[in-house]
Antibody
Framework: EVQLVQSGAEVKKPGESLRISCKGS????????ITWVRQMPGKGLEWMGT????????TYSPSFQGHVTISADKSISTAYLQWSSLKASDTAMYYC????????????WGQGTLVTVSS | QSVLTQPPSVSEAPRQRVTISCSGS????????VHWYQQLPGKAPKLLIY???LLPSGVSDRFSGSKSGTSASLAISGLQSEDEADYYC???????????FGGGTKLTVL
């Protein structure tokens, strides 16, 4: 069974750093990309970026480039999304999703990680 | 402002049929497959339709998808109360080199 299990909810202060994770199982981790998606409270889905775990090639949305870093450790089938300096506006639910070839779109999704940034 | 355009909301009575539209451009829908997702309240999105009109295993055949040019549609027949959810379209965008989503459509079953 394909599963993407994300790390738990986080409460942080502005300016702090954070890394959240997404562990894949039930499939060949390096055969699929991992896409990260943001959903702000009461809002829609926003693509943040996509990584190919086989070679760590990453593409970012211009809206998130420079503010987040996406990485992956194929040895433990885990992808990461990290911030070096959080802002209150980063408060959102973050989802990882398995992504086949570009045209295929995300198929299996993680359960989401809620990040709350508040002073 | 989302790259793909969906109506914010639709509503219909139980057992009726509803369609949700998704409009894009030549760099996304016009040149790549469209996928649809259902997001129930408080849950993660779930793949509903992929490659324009294919149903993943386990998805009810009350759901169907279609595409023409730079627009796509999701149809839901025999509406049930459990279909109340947010629905999103998505496609790869060649100019962005990434995924673009519609703004989402909230379905209310009256």
């Amino acid at each position: 069974e394909v599963q993407l299990v994300q790390s738990g909810a986080e409460v942080k202060k502005p300016g702090e750093s954070l890394r959240i994770s997404c562990k894949g199982s039930g499939y060949s981790f390096t055969s699929y990309w991992i896409t990260w998606v943001r959903q702000m409270p009461g809002k829609g889905l926003e693509w943040m970026g996509t990584i190919d775990p086989s070679d760590s090639y990453t593409t970012y949305s211009p809206s998130f480039q420079g503010h987040v870093t996406i990485s992956a450790d194929k040895s433990i089938s885990t992808a990461y999304l990290q911030w070096s300096s959080l802002k209150a506006s980063d408060t959102a639910m973050y989802y990882c999703a398995r992504h086949g070839v570009a045209a295929a779109g995300p198929d299996y999704w993680g359960q989401g990680t809620l990040v709350t940034v508040s002073s | 402002q989302s790259v793909l355009t969906q109506p914010p909301s639709v509503s219909e009575a139980p057992r009726q049929r509803v369609t949700i539209s998704c409009s894009g451009s030549s760099s996304n829908i016009g040149n790549n497959a469209v996928h649809w997702y259902q997001q129930l309240p408080g849950k993660a999105p779930k793949l509903l339709i992929y490659y324009d009109d294919l149903l993943p295993s386990g998805v009810s055949d009350r759901f169907s998808g279609s595409k023409s040019g730079t627009s796509a549609s999701l149809a839901i027949s025999g509406l049930q109360s459990e279909d109340e959810a947010d629905y999103y379209c998505a496609a790869w965008d060649d100019s962005l080199n990434g995924v673009v989503f519609g703004g989402g459509t909230k379905l209310t079953v009256l």
